[in-house]
């Protein structure tokens, strides 16, 4: 079964009209904001749960807030295939991070409602909560809700004006005590594929509209510091000055150099910088810097760290200075199943002659799913990789193909599992 090109650009113009309706639904009207609990995250989940319906899916929303349909097998009660992403943002948003991949998953049930069609697997399609993080500062609740990975901390955990989640929940008519309900059992669910816009440049540099994502980066992020000797600008001599700021610039460049050089694949962040006592006429005494570290595999990962911090050393040593870390943050990477690569890739090829395959370089959503099923996923071009942003851009140009090959992957998929 495969969609023709007028078929997919109806559904490519129809996902377009929908992402503009749902960046309606926001918190301001200078901005896109929708999280997680909100009055403006049920109106979505209504919304999108009245498109699911006249695709011809059963509609519920589940016990921590995420809105799911499911389209039925040839034989009812046949495991799932889950499609799916995220209906929240973050504030001052664009309209198409998460939203695309649930409304792309919806005109693939419609194509297959308005032919009557029915799969070896039921289709189940997900619109998550919560994956960005915005209210309370903790990420993939919708996703871990399915995979009964809450923490049980989290539903004490408050927002910025302190009112908790288990709060937040009873207040749009949620049970926190209830929460394990949201919970899949594993045999309902026989993997996940998500299809979402890049946020990178990857696939505008490549001129492609579509490809097929290898793994999702696992990521260290740090707070080092180096400690050196505060003194004056004009009575040190340059040979006696333990300058921490020239420590820290020599280590920054080192760390540009040395990722550059290592894997194409990784990428080394110093994102905040800040110097004491900060002034003009004050050599610095001490540099506090964050190192974010990120790649889809976690051995090269792990090697580039030790690489970079282990120079950070030597700098210290050498300069007579002294350096520590702290690591606050540790993702692991999250391979996608080759088998649903191949499956994507496959299809891909079909629809625009060609495939490639990159790393996410930003979280999702199948992370917290990949702990329980295999998970794949397609990314779309975004125009110059601008996301988290008003300015985010697909066009429908390029979700007619995806919408064409999200399809074919998914019929091949249903077909393999029969």
Request: charge should be negative.
């Amino acid at each position: 079964m495969k969609m023709n090109a007028s078929e997919a650009q109806t559904a490519a113009l129809r996902v377009m009209t929908r992402c503009d309706a749902l960046a309606e639904i926001s918190e301001s009207a200078d901005g896109l904001t929708r999280v997680y609990l909100s009055p403006e995250h049920l109106r979505a989940n209504a919304c999108v749960g009245e498109w699911m319906k006249a695709a011809g899916m059963q509609v519920w929303q589940d016990a921590v807030g995420n809105i799911c349909g499911r389209y039925e097998a040839v034989d009812v009660g046949a495991p799932a295939l889950l499609l799916g992403s995220h209906l929240d943002t973050v504030r001052n948003a664009g309209r198409y991070d998460g939203m695309l991949g649930v409304l792309t998953a919806i005109e693939t049930v419609q194509w297959l409602h308005e032919r009557q069609q029915r799969l070896p697997l039921a289709i189940e399609i997900i619109g998550f909560g919560d994956e960005e993080g915005t209210r309370f500062g903790i990420t993939l609740l919708g996703s871990r809700g399915i995979t009964g990975t809450w923490p049980e901390s989290w539903v004490t955990h408050p927002d910025g004006n302190g009112i908790t989640v288990a709060q937040a929940m009873s207040d749009v008519g949620l049970d926190s005590t209830q929460i394990h309900r949201a919970a899949r059992d594993v045999n309902e669910i026989v993997a996940y594929l998500e299809l979402h816009i890049e946020q990178g440049p990857c696939l505008e540099q490549e001129n492609l509209a579509l490809g097929v994502v290898t793994a999702i980066n696992g990521a260290r992020r740090l707070n080092c510091r180096f400690t050196g000797e505060a003194g004056h600008a004009g009575t040190v001599p340059m040979t006696h000055r333990k300058d921490a700021l020239a420590a820290a610039a020599e280590w920054m460049v080192f760390i540009e150099h040395t990722t550059r050089e290592q894997d194409p694949q990784l990428v080394a962040t110093v994102g905040t910088l800040s110097c004491a006592p900060g002034a003009v006429n004050v050599i610095p005494g001490e540099v506090d810097l964050s190192l974010d570290v990120r790649g889809p595999q976690d051995d090269p990962l792990e090697a580039l760290l030790s690489t970079l911090l282990t120079q950070a050393e030597a700098i210290a040593l050498r300069r007579g200075l002294r350096f520590e870390s702290h690591e606050y943050y540790r993702i692991a990477a999250t391979a996608c199943d080759p088998l649903l690569q191949q499956a994507l890739s496959h299809a891909v090829e079909t629809v625009q002659g060609r495939s490639v395959s990159l790393p996410s370089g930003a979280g999702h959503d199948a992370i917290a799913i990949a702990e329980r099923w295999p998970v794949g996923m397609l990314f779309v071009r975004n125009d110059r990789g601008i996301s988290h942003h008003p300015a985010e851009s697909v066009m429908a140009e390029d979700v007619a193909p995806a919408v064409q090959a999200y399809l074919q992957a998914i019929c091949h998929i249903a077909e393999q599992n029969r």
